[in-house]
């Protein structure tokens, strides 16, 4: 979408109908939301919704990189919603304990350690 006046205007009364502007359209809905508070708020924090803030964040979860994950700890505390802080967390949690992720262990041919065992074994042991 362009962000001249004559591209919005061409939008509402050119490429969408007036049935659109008053139907729940999931769809047309986050079009509107995603495309008109990004140009609105352009060169600004603000022209990233938190949905995609929340999705640029996403690359850091499958670290098994202390390093990132206490960087990506307080960014997720920052920038996301509460639910996704914390699965955050969780990951983390899981970093800091055993310096990887033990549910990979199989499919990459690393020996788990008893303790990673029976870690395992518990329930919401692996994403």
């Known amino acids: 979408m362009s962000t001249s006046p004559q591209a919005v205007l061409h939008f509402w ?3 969408s ?18 495309q008109f508070s990004r ?7 603000q022209a990233l919704s938190p949905v995609q803030k ?16 206490a960087e990506a700890i307080q960014l997720f505390k920052k920038y996301t919603h509460e639910n996704s802080y914390h699965y955050e967390q969780l990951h983390k949690n899981i970093i800091d304990r055993f310096g ?7 499919i990459l041919n690393r020996p788990s350690t008893p ?9 919401n042991s692996s994403f």
């Open 39 to 45: 140009n609105i708020w352009r060169d600004t924090p």
């Open 100 to 106: 990887r992720y033990p549910h990979r262990n199989g």
């Open 17 to 34: 109908t007036p049935e659109q502007w008053f139907t729940k359209d999931p769809h047309y809905d986050h079009r509107i939301r995603d």
């Open 54 to 69: 929340q999705f640029m964040l996403m690359p850091f979860m499958p670290s098994e990189s202390k390093a990132i994950h």
């Open 115 to 123: 303790e990673e065992i029976l870690f395992l074994k518990e329930p």
């Open 13 to 15: 009364f050119h490429a």
